[in-house]
C-alpha cells in the first residue's frame, strides 16, 4: 500500500494524471525563464509592434486619391455645362413661345384698328453671347414685309438677353428646298397676328437677305449653343415655318 500512494503521488496533480507533454513544457519553461529569455507566450508578434504606415504607403494612397478627385471633378465640370446648355436651350426656346403669344395677344402699340397688330421678334447672331427680344414697326400691317432689324427705324429693341458663362449661340441654320445653311451672318425670327406661322428672316455673310438671292423661303430654322468647356455638346432650338419649336441635341 505505502509502495501504490507513493507511485500515486509522483504521477498526479492539483488537475490529475500529470503527462509526459506537460512535464516538458514545464521542463521547458524553467530553461527559458532561467536564461532571462521572455515565454513564448509573451512575446508580441511582428504584426502588432510593426505599427503605422510607412513613407511610400503615404505616398501611395495620396496619389490615388488626387487621382481621383481629379476624375471626379472633370466628370463634375461636364455633367454640369451639359445642365446649363440644356436649360439655355430650353429658356431661348421659351423666349421664342412667349414673343409668339405677345404678337397673337391683345399687346400693341400705337390706337386705331391696327394698334395690337405689331409683330414681335427674336434676333440672333453667330458666336454672340447676347440675342435680343424686338418689336417690328416699320411696316407692321404688310404682309408682304418680313419683320427684320436690317433698317434702323423699323424696329425697336425691347431687351437683349446676356448668355453668363461659358455658354453661347454657335451657329444659325436656316433650310429652305435646298440644304441646310450655317453660313448665317444674322437670324429674325418673328410672328404677325392673327396666324402662328414664323417669319424667317435670314442675313447671309454679304448682309444680304438670304432668301432673296436664292428666290425662295425659308421653311425651318436651327439656333445652335455651346459650352466652351465642351464644345463638342451642342444643343439645338429648331423653329418650323408652321410656329413649332423643339429642342434637341446633335
Request: net charge negative.
Given at each position: 500500500?505505502?509502495?501504490?500512494f507513493k507511485?500515486?503521488?509522483?504521477f498526479s496533480?492539483?488537475?490529475?494524471f500529470?503527462?509526459?507533454?506537460e512535464?516538458?513544457?514545464e521542463s521547458?519553461?524553467?530553461?527559458?525563464?532561467?536564461?532571462?529569455?521572455?515565454?513564448?507566450?509573451?512575446?508580441?508578434?511582428?504584426?502588432?509592434?510593426?505599427?503605422?504606415?510607412?513613407?511610400v504607403?503615404?505616398?501611395i494612397?495620396?496619389?490615388i486619391t488626387?487621382?481621383?478627385s481629379?476624375?471626379i471633378v472633370v466628370?463634375?465640370?461636364?455633367?454640369d455645362s451639359t445642365?446649363?446648355l440644356?436649360?439655355?436651350a430650353?429658356?431661348?426656346?421659351?423666349?421664342?413661345?412667349?414673343?409668339?403669344?405677345?404678337?397673337?395677344?391683345?399687346l400693341?402699340?400705337g390706337t386705331?384698328?391696327?394698334?395690337?397688330?405689331t409683330?414681335y421678334?427674336?434676333?440672333?447672331?453667330?458666336?454672340?453671347?447676347?440675342?435680343?427680344f424686338?418689336?417690328?414697326?416699320?411696316s407692321p400691317n404688310?404682309?408682304?414685309?418680313i419683320p427684320?432689324?436690317?433698317?434702323p427705324?423699323d424696329y425697336s429693341?425691347v431687351n437683349t438677353?446676356?448668355?453668363?458663362?461659358?455658354?453661347?449661340?454657335?451657329?444659325?441654320?436656316v433650310?429652305?428646298?435646298?440644304?441646310?445653311?450655317c453660313?448665317?451672318?444674322?437670324l429674325d425670327i418673328?410672328?404677325?397676328?392673327?396666324?402662328?406661322d414664323?417669319?424667317?428672316?435670314?442675313?447671309?455673310?454679304?448682309?444680304?437677305?438670304?432668301?432673296?438671292?436664292?428666290n425662295i423661303?425659308v421653311?425651318?430654322?436651327?439656333?445652335?449653343?455651346?459650352?466652351?468647356?465642351?464644345?463638342?455638346?451642342?444643343?439645338?432650338?429648331?423653329v418650323?415655318?408652321?410656329?413649332?419649336?423643339?429642342v434637341?441635341?446633335?
Amino acid at each position: 500500500m505505502q509502495i501504490f500512494f507513493k507511485s500515486h503521488s509522483r504521477f498526479s496533480s492539483s488537475r490529475g494524471f500529470t503527462t509526459t507533454s506537460e512535464q516538458q513544457s514545464e521542463s521547458s519553461l524553467s530553461v527559458f525563464a532561467n536564461a532571462g529569455v521572455a515565454k513564448p507566450e509573451e512575446r508580441m508578434p511582428l504584426a502588432i509592434r510593426s505599427s503605422g504606415f510607412t513613407l511610400v504607403e503615404l505616398l501611395i494612397v495620396t496619389a490615388i486619391t488626387a487621382i481621383i478627385s481629379t476624375i471626379i471633378v472633370v466628370r463634375f465640370s461636364g455633367f454640369d455645362s451639359t445642365v446649363l446648355l440644356k436649360s439655355l436651350a430650353y429658356e431661348i426656346a421659351v423666349g421664342l413661345r412667349e414673343t409668339q403669344v405677345f404678337s397673337l395677344s391683345a399687346l400693341g402699340t400705337g390706337t386705331g384698328g391696327n394698334a395690337f397688330r405689331t409683330p414681335y421678334g427674336m434676333s440672333f447672331t453667330p458666336d454672340s453671347r447676347e440675342y435680343t427680344f424686338f418689336q417690328y414697326t416699320g411696316s407692321p400691317n404688310d404682309p408682304t414685309k418680313i419683320p427684320n432689324r436690317s433698317t434702323p427705324g423699323d424696329y425697336s429693341d425691347v431687351n437683349t438677353f446676356l448668355i453668363g458663362r461659358s455658354l453661347q449661340v454657335y451657329e444659325v441654320c436656316v433650310t429652305g428646298s435646298g440644304p441646310e445653311d450655317c453660313t448665317i451672318s444674322r437670324l429674325d425670327i418673328s410672328f404677325r397676328r392673327p396666324e402662328f406661322d414664323a417669319k424667317f428672316f435670314a442675313v447671309d455673310s454679304s448682309g444680304n437677305d438670304w432668301s432673296r438671292p436664292k428666290n425662295i423661303g425659308v421653311s425651318s430654322a436651327r439656333i445652335k449653343v455651346i459650352s466652351g468647356s465642351d464644345p463638342t455638346s451642342v444643343w439645338y432650338i429648331e423653329v418650323s415655318a408652321l410656329g413649332q419649336i423643339t429642342v434637341d441635341n446633335e
